[in-house]
């Protein structure tokens, strides 16, 4: 009962932010996101019976008791579906320096869902194993699948219906992410919590809400027609519309540094000049500059120049998460 699955870390084009069940970690907005293929995670389950409890080891380090209970929760999960009551030791390596403040969890959790699903034999559809990885995490549901993934929100109280998909494979179009890293600092307020916080007590968030719907819609054409300048400017406005929210909740919630700002001016001066490249921001302060191929040299230059950025990593869009050993 022991495998080794990898998968690639995404980024969303189209946010998500809230939940509309914190319980079942079901969000409150559908979102839309590219896979990366330069950024993953290798994790291997072996429910082996050897154990009086859960062992969770990240980059060959045990883990804190937090991260262990988020995991071990998540492998209960699994345990109660497949009728099997061992524990399991878990291997989980990041192949880009955890250092580098990255969000992790989404690969992290699409990973360990795959691993712990095939060890623990679980007879289940591409769908209910993006269920799975939701209840993880909301973005590890999408980095089940390469290419460009849309993860529905959902109607169902159960969840069921809340699952991501692919929506084209990463041959569909050739997209470049170049990740500008400002900060190698853990965040103080991780998305769990920030998104909560904004929807007790932002205004907006209602709004924000509605106004998911037609983003969605518009960035779905941008991806059909393959307009590079329409899929560039609704990940903009789908970004700045959530750091918008996240700084009306009450305390503000700013994820960004001076130089995330300055990337940002950056990257509108280059598309000024000419050169085509775009920006998305998470819940941190990197900054993450979309472009095609032809402008990736460029924007490297750029975003290198930035004062503050400490480096640049650059990737092409990644594969579905996939078994590496044990049983396929
Ligand atoms: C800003 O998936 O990390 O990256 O479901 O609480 O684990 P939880 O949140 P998480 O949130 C991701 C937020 C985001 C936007 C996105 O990836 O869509």
């Known amino acids: 009962m022991k495998i080794t699955a990898r998968a690639c870390s995404n980024i969303a084009l189209i946010k998500y932010w809230g939940k509309r069940d914190t319980h079942l970690n079901l969000p409150a907005v559908g979102s839309i996101s590219v896979t990366l293929n330069d950024l993953h995670t290798t994790t291997t389950v072996d429910f082996n019976g050897q154990y009086n409890n859960d062992q969770l080891f990240l980059n060959g380090r045990r883990s804190g008791p937090e991260e262990t209970t988020r995991v071990s929760a998540f492998l209960d999960r699994i345990r109660r579906r497949a009728g099997i009551k061992k524990y399991a030791l878990v291997e989980s390596e990041n192949n880009f320096p955890t250092a580098a403040g990255l969000a992790s969890s989404a690969s ?128 903009e406005l789908s970004c700045l519309k959530m750091h918008a929210l996240a700084l009306s909740a009450n305390p503000g919630l700013l994820y960004w540094n001076g130089a995330t700002v300055e990337g940002i001016h950056r990257i509108r001066a280059l598309r000024r000049q000419g050169i085509e490249v775009y920006f998305t921001i998470d819940a941190g302060p990197q900054l993450k500059a979309i472009c095609e191929p032809d402008s990736v040299a460029e924007a490297r230059a750029a975003l290198e120049q930035i004062p503050g950025v400490k480096n640049v990593i650059s990737t092409a869009l990644g594969d579905d998460a996939e078994i590496l050993e044990g049983n396929k």
């Open 108 to 235: 992290a959790f699409a990973a360990l869902s795959l691993a712990a699903a095939k060890a623990a034999r679980l007879e289940i559809s591409e769908s209910e194993l993006s269920v799975l990885a939701r209840l993880g995490s909301g973005s590890a549901a999408r980095s089940l699948f390469g290419g460009f993934v849309e993860m529905k929100q959902g109607e169902k109280d159960d969840g069921s219906d809340s699952f991501a998909f692919q929506l084209y494979p990463k041959d569909y179009w050739d997209l470049r992410l170049l990740i500008a890293v400002t900060s190698t600092d853990k965040k103080k307020i991780g998305s769990t919590d920030g998104m909560k916080l904004s929807k007790e007590t932002s205004p907006y968030y209602n709004q924000w809400v509605a106004s998911s719907h037609g983003d969605l819609t518009d960035m779905r054409d941008a991806l059909k027609s393959r307009d590079f300048q329409k899929l560039g400017e609704l990940s």
